[in-house]
């Protein structure tokens, strides 16, 4: 990979971490399967489609940006799990 990627490459994949952080702290108090559940989870991801294309990666990149992406939501449920009583 070119040195020149790097730096739209790792704004992609923190974008997708980032993004889900939140989502995944607000899935958390969601019933499981619900609409809601299912747009939380979801949410993200037309963003970082968005993104991608935009920043002229293929789709070869998918996994690396759906694995971020599931990261961020454990990450974001874990915190809210941590802060309940």
């Known amino acids: 990979m070119p040195s020149e990627q790097l730096l739209p490459l790792s704004m992609l ?3 997708a971490f980032c993004s889900n952080l939140p989502l995944g702290y607000l899935r958390v108090t969601s019933r499981k399967y619900s609409i809601s559940w299912f747009v939380l989870i979801h ?5 970082i489609i968005l993104l991608r294309t935009y920043l002229g990666f ?4 998918i996994p690396a940006t759906l694995f971020c992406a599931v990261v961020g939501q454990l990450l974001g449920g874990r915190m809210r799990r941590s802060t309940l009583p």
């Open 13 to 15: 994949m923190l974008f």
């Open 43 to 47: 949410l993200s991801i037309p963003f």
């Open 58 to 61: 293929s789709w070869r990149w």
